[in-house]
């Protein structure tokens, strides 16, 4: 499967666990549930996510063939987010896709590092790249 399959599936599935993860944690206001969510799955948020993983060295060889997989299939980026941004969300998006065919307590796992790390920076005002 390419790169942009699979982060097509990547993406849906991450949506998915973000949406239950708020869920979860009893928000019930669509609204808000909806702009907390964006919080999660901007492709900012995924790009941030991935720089971590990266640089924390949480990655396999393998899972980073694949993230590099979507990364490298990705276009010239979309009108609100600048190319290089866009690249790096794509490929954690293909990350996950793999990682959701392939090894689903592997991508849940990596899926809820990412949703924690995430509330750390945004929540608790702590920067990161």
């Known amino acids: 499967m390419n790169g942009a399959t699979l982060a097509y599936l990547g ?15 009893q928000m019930t206001n669509v609204n808000q549930l909806h702009q907390r969510a964006i919080q999660f799955t901007s492709g900012e948020a995924q790009a941030k996510v ?3 993983f990266l640089e924390n060295k949480l990655l396999t060889e393998n899972e980073i063939t694949f993230y590099k997989k979507g990364r490298n299939i990705s276009g010239s ?5 600048d190319q290089k941004t866009y690249h790096f969300a794509t490929g954690f998006e293909s990350l996950i896709g793999y990682l959701y065919l392939n090894d689903r307590v592997r991508c849940d796992a990596i899926i809820d590092s990412a949703i924690r790390w995430l509330e750390e920076q945004i929540f608790h005002g702590q920067n990161s790249r």
Not at 11 to 25: N, T
Not at 77 to 81: L, S, V
């Open 11 to 25: 993406d849906a599935y991450f949506e998915l666990k973000v949406r239950q993860h708020l869920i979860d944690k």
């Open 77 to 81: 980026g979309r009108k609100n987010m």
């Open 50 to 52: 991935i720089l971590h």
